[in-house]
C-alpha cells in the first residue's frame, strides 16, 4: 500500500471531506507505531488452564531422583533442524522481531524481549535459550532411564513450549532449579511459566516432587484461562 499523505491527493479532491479522512488515516497510522510494543515471546502448545490443571493432576509424585551420572552430553544439543539453523537459531528467530541472520544462520542483528524479567536486548549475546524443565531436573524426574535419542528430542523440543529465549544471567540464575525454589523474576510470567512447565512434565512422562506440585499449583491459581 503506498504512502498516505496530503500531497499524494489530487488537487480537485482537497475538499474538506477528503482532507480530514487523510488526516485521521495518518493520525491512526502515526498512534498505531506510539503504541507498538516489543513482541512477547510465545512457545507452541502453551495449554489453557483448565489442561494444565488436568495434566499437573495426573503427574506422578515421587522423590526425586539423584543426579548421579548425569551429564549435559547426555542430552545431545543443539542439532541441525533446518539448512545451516541449529535449535539455538531456530528459537532466536522465532521468540525475536526483525532478526536478521547471516549465511551461517547466526543472528547478526534483532530484538528479543524476555518475558522472565522484561528485558529487551538487541544482541543475541545477551539471550539464552532456556529449557525451562533443566536437563538436570529432567534427568531426576526419569530422563535417567531414557535413550540418548529420546534425551536429544526432549532438549531439542520444539513441539511443546520446552524452549524460550531470555536473558542470559537470568537463566544462569535459574540453573537447574524446579519451581519451588526457582520462579521468573516478573511475577506476571509465572502463571505461563507453570502451564509450561506442567505440559513439558506430562507431555515426557516426568515426575515431580510434592513441594514441586505445590509451587505450581499455587502458580496457576493466578491464571485467569
Known sequence: MPRLTLDTLPLAR???????????ALASVTLAATNATPASATPPGIPSKATAQSQLNA???ATQ????GYSRDL?????????????????????????VVDSSCAATSGRWYSPYDGATW???????????????????????????????????DLTRPQLIAVTDNVNQSKGDQD??????????YRCTYSKM????????????????????????NTCSS
Open 14 to 24: 482537497r475538499r474538506p471531506r477528503a482532507v480530514a479522512i487523510a488526516i485521521a
Open 59 to 61: 503427574l506422578t509424585v
Open 65 to 68: 531422583g539423584s543426579t548421579s
Open 75 to 99: 542430552f545431545p544439543h543443539w542439532i541441525t533442524i533446518s539448512g545451516s539453523c541449529n535449535t539455538r537459531e531456530q528459537v532466536l528467530k522465532r521468540d525475536g522481531t526483525s532478526v
Open 122 to 156: 538487541t544482541a543475541a549475546s545477551d539471550v539464552d535459550i532456556d529449557h525451562v524443565v533443566p536437563l538436570a531436573e529432567a534427568w531426576r524426574s526419569g530422563a535417567n532411564s531414557w535413550t540418548t535419542s529420546r534425551r536429544q528430542s526432549f532438549a531439542n
Open 179 to 188: 519451581p519451588s525454589t526457582w520462579q521468573p523474576p516478573l511475577s506476571s
Open 197 to 220: 512447565w506442567i505440559t513439558v512434565k506430562y507431555s515426557w512422562g516426568l515426575t515431580l516432587q510434592s513441594s514441586e506440585k505445590s509451587a505450581l499449583q499455587s502458580m496457576l
